[in-house]
């Protein structure tokens, strides 16, 4: 009898560890810090985050425009592409972060340039 309560608890525990846990969302305001080799960039980007789906903009004062997409949140690693337009031309710039909470830290790689390393946190403490 030990033995099948014993079996029946790992299973069970097995089961529940196999559930997925609360999905993360990255919606909303982040405020990102960039360390470029001019020196910190500091931009406020918009996420909306639908499904599987991130897309969103975001505003700095050297810019014309900043557009988000291809974003992908799988569990807590966030890829995205920026693309960047300034002075009639734009670039595009590849993004990769790890999410924990409000917080997330990544690279920021374009190809002229190599990968700059990048934190953002979200606006409001969540």
């Not at 903009?57 to 050297?62: K, T």
């Amino acid at each position: 009898m030990r033995f099948v309560r014993t079996v029946g608890l790992m299973t069970s525990l097995l089961l529940l560890s196999a559930l997925p846990s609360a999905a993360q969302s990255v919606e909303g305001t982040w405020i990102f810090s960039l360390t470029s080799p001019d020196g910190p960039v500091e931009m406020e980007v918009q996420f909306q985050h639908e499904g599987d789906e991130v897309k969103g903009s975001a505003e700095h004062e050297m810019a014309d425009a900043i557009e988000i997409s291809d974003g992908k949140l799988e569990a807590n690693v966030l890829t995205f592409i920026m693309h960047v337009g300034m002075q009639g031309q734009w670039f595009s710039v590849e993004m990769t972060a790890t999410v924990e909470g409000d917080q997330m830290t990544g690279e920021a790689t374009l190809a002229e340039m190599g990968s700059m390393p990048f934190s953002a946190t979200k606006a409001g403490g969540g």
